[in-house]
């Protein structure tokens, strides 16, 4: 029988020590998406973390490949994890590799559980300020492309360190974000480029989705917090010694040096 005090701290213990594991034991894996972000609420139990916002992992058709997956999944950004433009960042044992540029939104309002879907217009009216950012993503499951959805939810949907740029003090809202250009490239001058389109068609409806993926699973999203809605391009390749900048034209430049 399924035991989310054990399994939860099972996870736990894998994310804050990076782990490399081979196999879940099977009484440990949730067997559905109740169980698995029951598994991310109860996080709290075992650590002082503090919570810094959402993401959202899988919004691409290249993101779903890379992570074996066929439908988006929300994970936790902690404050520990999150780092300022221009930071040093070790590659350490991250075993994906890659650097994912994402249009990130701080939110201006509690948003609560309910049975209503929440629709685009109303989501948009929940956001007050615009970020580009930097997700490195990683598992701590060796072979995380085989585990599928409950398990990957339950590691915290690939969450691992957050770089995020300077709020853009425009009027982005009259930006059309589904058509933004962002590239993301090393110092050697390899580059990927894309829109805000990967990101389930545009990155409002991505950050829809998310606060409807919440609000099935009775999860409020507090003001203040900022939600990473999904890679705008192809999971970008990195390596130790690399210099990663992804610029997003008029709404800056987000760069990190891996060390």
């Known amino acids: 029988m399924f035991n989310l005090e054990k399994s939860s701290n099972f996870y736990w213990s894998n994310y804050l020590k990076d782990l ?3 196999r879940t034991p099977d009484i440990l ?15 709290f139990k075992y650590t002082t973390y503090n919570l810094f ?13 890379h992570i074996g997956v066929t439908q988006p999944l929300a994970g936790r950004i902690f404050k520990e994890k999150v780092y300022k433009n221009k930071s040093e960042i070790s590659l350490g044992n991250n075993k994906m590799a890659v650097a994912e540029p994402e249009f990130a939104f701080k ?19 929940f956001i007050d300020d615009l970020y580009p950012a930097i997700e490195l993503p990683n598992s701590r499951f060796t072979k ?9 939810i339950a590691d915290n949907a ?3 360190l957050f770089i995020i740029g300077n709020k853009f003090n425009g009027l982005w809202k009259d930006l059309d974000l589904k058509n933004h250009l962002v590239t993301i490239s090393n110092q050697n001058g390899k580059n990927y480029t894309g829109t805000g389109s990967n990101v389930l068609g545009n990155p409002i409806i991505g950050l829809t989705w998310l606060v409807n993926e919440l609000s099935k699973y009775n999860i ?6 900022i939600i990473s809605t999904g890679t705008c391009s192809k999971p970008f390749p990195i390596n130790k010694n690399d210099f990663i900048t992804a610029d997003f034209g008029v709404l800056g430049k987000v760069e990190v040096f891996i060390k």
């Open 144 to 152: 995380y492309e085989i585990q599928g959805e409950e398990q990957l």
């Open 53 to 65: 916002g959402w993401k959202i992992a899988a919004t691409s058709s290249n993101g779903q490949k």
């Open 29 to 43: 894996k949730p067997k559905n998406r109740i169980e698995a972000y029951g598994i991310q609420n109860n996080f």
């Open 220 to 225: 409020t999203i507090n003001k203040e917090l």
């Open 158 to 160: 690939c969450a691992h």
């Open 107 to 125: 939110i201006n309002k509690d948003i609560y559980p309910r049975k209503k879907t929440y629709s685009n217009n109303e989501v948009l009216s």
């Open 20 to 22: 490399n594991v081979d």
